[in-house]
T-cell receptor, first 113, second 115 residues
Framework: AQSVSQHNHHVILSEAASLELGCNYS??????LFWYVQYPGQHLQLLLK??????LVKGIKGFEAEFIKSKFSFNLRKPSVQWSDTAEYFC???????????FGQGTTLQVKP | EAGVAQSPRYKIIEKRQSVAFWCNPI?????LYWYQQILGQGPKLLIQ????????DSQLPKDRFSAERLKGVDSTLKIQPAKLEDSAVYLC?????????????FGEGSWLTVV
């Protein structure tokens, strides 16, 4: 079955620490990949997306992600987190075979000031 | 540009009662989605419309959930009768022409508590 797996359910970091959130998917064919963020009490917002081209994608607020096709991975990174990055992060994948946007279970990031 | 509008934002009902959620997508967006997000989980697609036709409703519990998009613009999701496990956030989203090459934009969600 098609699935998206996020390795970390809850991550706690201090400000200025580096962040990497793992995301793996199991799909055949062409995929489009997304990271969404949900701040407390707010709606899902798109952080970044990969459709094609350079596998290193830069998004808003200093986030980036790297698509590694051989590893079926799309990990999210940020060199130095801020308290305001406290939120829930969702990896999502669309397979060209299904056209359905499937989400991972989410990772809660807590940044301590 | 106005975003995806949803109402009501919050609803508390007793089990076996009914509830309806409304969504108005971004103007011009042909594709509309309803997702269910249970606390601690990622959003799960319930139904996808392309204009006023259903593209995918494979995960919609059709014995109690129904959705329509009669004029290809706004949409209503209904639950009748509600169960305790329906407590969740119901997210409406839209995209210009489908999912494969377009970004999906989400509304703020309708929070449902069934007691």
């Amino acid at each position: 079955a098609q699935s998206v797996s996020q390795h970390n359910h809850h991550v706690i970091l201090s400000e200025a620490a580096s962040l990497e959130l793992g995301c793996n998917y199991s799909y055949g064919g062409t995929v489009n990949l997304f990271w969404y963020v949900q701040y407390p009490g707010q709606h899902l917002q798109l952080l970044l997306k990969y459709f094609s081209g350079d596998p290193l994608v830069k998004g808003i607020k200093g986030f980036e992600a790297e698509f590694i096709k051989s590893k079926f991975s799309f990990n999210l990174r940020k060199p130095s987190v801020q308290w305001s990055d406290t939120a829930e992060y969702f990896c999502a994948v669309i397979s060209s075979n299904t056209g359905k946007l499937i989400f991972g279970q989410g990772t809660t990031l807590q940044v301590k000031p | 540009e106005a975003g995806v509008a949803q109402s009501p934002r919050y609803k508390i009902i007793e089990k076996r009662q009914s509830v309806a959620f409304w969504c108005n997508p971004i103007s011009g967006h042909a594709t509309l989605y309803w997702y269910q997000q249970i606390l601690g989980q990622g959003p799960k697609l319930l139904i996808q419309f392309q204009n006023n036709g259903v593209v995918d409703d494979s995960q919609l519990p059709k014995d109690r959930f129904s959705a329509e998009r009669l004029k290809g613009v706004d949409s209503t999701l209904k639950i009748q009768p509600a169960k305790l496990e329906d407590s969740a956030v119901y997210l409406c989203a839209s995209s210009p022409r489908g999912t494969v090459t377009n970004t999906i934009y989400f509304g703020e969600g309708s929070w449902l508590t069934v007691v």
